[in-house]
Nanobody, 126 residues
């Protein structure tokens, strides 16, 4: 069992920035990729960004390219999501996810990840 703890959410005005963090912990685990998903009220969970743990390859949702940046700290088993130029439509609960099984590419589907964090609320006011 891998525990994921997100932090960094909050209330921000449109045009502002937030940085989310997610730390993974377990007695032993393998880390092949970590990602961020988000879910707005009344909508399905959607992919935001992901990063491979070994090579550092990144993938972004097309709508978020240029505004969001995913990064990692291998030594801390922590992934970050820097969110800039935030818009009201970015308001959602943001979930961190980890894949602990080998895969030859960076996954973007929710079912490709093995564990999720509890989520952190991001609210962008207009």
């Amino acid at each position: 069992q891998v525990q994921l703890v997100e932090s960094g959410g909050g209330l921000v005005q449109a045009g502002g920035s937030l940085r989310l963090s997610c730390a993974a912990s377990a007695r032993t685990f393998s880390n092949y990729a970590m990602g961020w998903f988000r879910q707005a009220p009344g909508k399905e969970r959607e992919f935001a960004a992901a990063i491979s743990w070994i090579g550092g390859d990144t993938v972004y949702a097309d709508s978020l390219k240029g505004r969001f940046t995913i990064s990692k700290d291998n030594a801390k088993d922590t992934v970050y999501l820097q969110m800039n130029s935030l818009k009201p439509e970015d308001t959602a609960v943001y979930y961190c996810a980890i894949r602990t099984r080998p895969l030859g590419y960076v996954p973007t589907l929710p079912q490709s990840y093995d564990y999720y964090g509890q989520g952190t609320q991001v609210t962008v006011s207009s």
